[in-house]
């Protein structure tokens, strides 16, 4: 092959698939309007292609889409990467690279793996995703490496960045992701005082990270956040007034919104502290997951209403059935009270049911009642089921129907319940939802996959019976659903 070097040569050159074959019409277009087509292409795609005409044989050299990720990497080993990445950037001839991908175990090749990142930020490269997760320590990145104006996506994973208060470049990053990265205190300092159109932040198991603080007050386009705990994460302070999406994984015991103290702990004394911090709810704030696991300390009242105030203008809310819990009726000065709140704008809820959780039918409901603008619920239950004791029988179920007779469900139209299990409580959360929601139109339940949806002529009909004897809405149909069966629909 000529121009190729013979480690390049060893690049997969399978036939051009079929849908990437030229047509009558398309074989007339120039060679040049072609190679320009090409050059947008992953390089693996380019290859593939050069196989069908021998004009094409060569087009790689201009290739843009540099991609050396998990898939390439697999059944390679670091020293035929390493071959492969040294031929292609020698004999690449193009002015221009779109996106650098690299998945590679950099340990005792560091300074090969910063030329291919140097060649890749000097042809202008958009999009640079470093993945050095095999290697023993963190690949280190000088901050001169990064200093360059083009860069627009930029994600580290098992990576040490250290960029100085004051860049020349990165002022065009629209998106950060640092994944087992450390993220301390000067370096997000560092990314929100230059990268003012930055508009995706995410920090997957970072690790420095005591005090998270987002200054983003300047940033106008800022609109994403993600934060996965990590170990040593202790709070998180936003200031982000263009916020739209938060999405957090962690416990909810570190959600504090105002600093208040944090609850103490078994001993008695108080935990570090571990907040989340909103100056104020964000008005621009409308779609939020928070995946926590079950606590060992019930989150505090006090916390939990500054949480829900930081909510009031959410239209797409995801949670654990931690959550619930800590929303659960309360002792104070000796009475059991509900806590007050109203989620006016939410419309959209997604309830995921934690396996131990003590959560019960009359936690969802009093949570619905509260968000009155509800039109599409799901509740995934997967492998949990109602532990449904003597609290549940001697007071919350009397106070679940009490409430549920008053109560309509104006807005409510759509209804799904996963991993139903036609256990008693889930019969009477459908019953709820049938008898509230007044123009419901579906209600589909889905059971788990070691469920089979088996009826008789007598279970069938007596489903219905209730079924349609519960529904406020006469439009609404009721779905049975699993994998492997036949939907049942009772209508």
Known sequence: MAGLSSETQKLPLSPAPKRFKLKRSQKHLPYDVVEIIFSYLPINK????????????????????LHFDKDFAKGRGPAEIAR????????????????????????????????????????????????????????????????????RVLKLTFCELNLPLKLKGLCSLTTLVLNKT??????????????????????????????????????KRFKELKVVEGNDLASVHIVAPSLESFFYRGHFSKLNLYGLPAQLNFNGCPPAPAPLKFNGPPAQLKHVILCCPPEKICLGTARTKILLSSLVHVTYLTVTSTFLEGLSQKYENGDLRAMEFSLG?????????????????????????????????????????FRCGYYWEFHAKKKFQEASRPLKLEFLKYVTLKGFKFESPELQLVRFFLETAIILENLDLITCKNHQLQFGHVDAQEYKHCFLEWRASPKAKIVFLNEKDTPIQFS
């Not at 995703?129 to 990145?141: A, M, T, V, Y």
């Open 84 to 151: 492969i990445l040294h031929n292609v950037f020698r004999q690449h001839s193009g002015s221009k690279i779109d996106s650098f991908r690299l998945y590679f175990n950099h340990d005792g090749v560091e300074s090969k793996a910063e030329n291919w990142i140097r060649n890749s930020v000097e042809k202008g490269v958009e999009e640079l995703d470093l993945d050095f997760g095999q290697g023993k320590e963190p690949f280190k990145i000088a901050s001169d490496l990064l200093d360059f104006e083009s860069i």
């Open 182 to 219: 450390p993220a301390p205190k000067s370096l997000i300092q560092a990314v929100f005082a230059n990268c003012l159109l930055l508009e995706n932040l995410e920090l997957r198991h970072c690790t420095n990270v005591y005090r998270l603080k987002i200054s983003a007050g300047k940033l």
């Open 345 to 385: 704008n939410l419309k959209e809820l997604t309830l995921v049911m934690a396996p131990t959780s003590f959560c019960n039918p009359f936690d969802i409901s009093s949570f619905i009642r509260n968000c009155p603008s509800l039109e599409n619920i799901v509740i995934d239950m997967g492998s949990f089921s």
């Open 46 to 65: 380019v290859m593939q292609l050069g196989t069908a005409s021998m004009r094409f044989r060569n087009s790689w050299v201009m290739n843009r889409k």
